[in-house]
């Protein structure tokens, strides 16, 4: 499956962002979709993952509260809305695609969508 993330932007913070996942012309019914980021200098660090069929969604800690992720299986998209942003989430996020429940780690996701640049700054 291929995958387009697009939604970033520069915001200050406190503010919101709603980052979208699309996979145009195909089906994501089938895969766990999950949340990346990667800030400047740091490794790539999961964010949020929501289940197939219907499945649970869940998050590092860091984003629990302040993250919500959403799929649309109908559509093929799949959203990360970004709350209460704070400099530190400053990064790259990619979403990306896996066959298997519940992973967090990234070896587990097969498919992978370039990342949106999401900058906070005042």
């Known amino acids: 499956v291929q995958l387009q993330a697009c939604g970033g932007g520069l915001v200050q913070p406190g503010d919101s962002l709603r980052l979208s996942c699309s996979a145009p012309?195909?089906?994501?019914?089938?895969?766990?979709m999950g949340w990346f980021r990667q800030a400047p200098g740091k490794d790539r660090e999961f964010v949020a993952a929501?289940?197939?069929?219907?499945?649970?969604?869940y998050y590092a800690s860091y984003a629990a509260g302040r993250f919500t992720i959403s799929r649309d299986d109908t559509e093929n998209v799949v959203y990360l809305q970004l709350n209460n942003l704070k400099p530190e989430d400053t990064a790259v996020y990619c979403c990306?695609?896996?066959?298997?429940?519940?992973?967090?780690?990234?070896?587990?996701?097969?498919?992978w969508g370039q990342g949106t640049q999401v900058t906070v700054s005042s």
């Open positions: 012309g195909q089906t994501i019914r089938q895969y766990t």
């Open positions: 990306a695609a896996s066959t298997v429940l519940g992973p967090r780690q990234e070896s587990l996701f097969q498919f």
């Open positions: 929501a289940n197939w069929g219907g499945g649970s969604r």
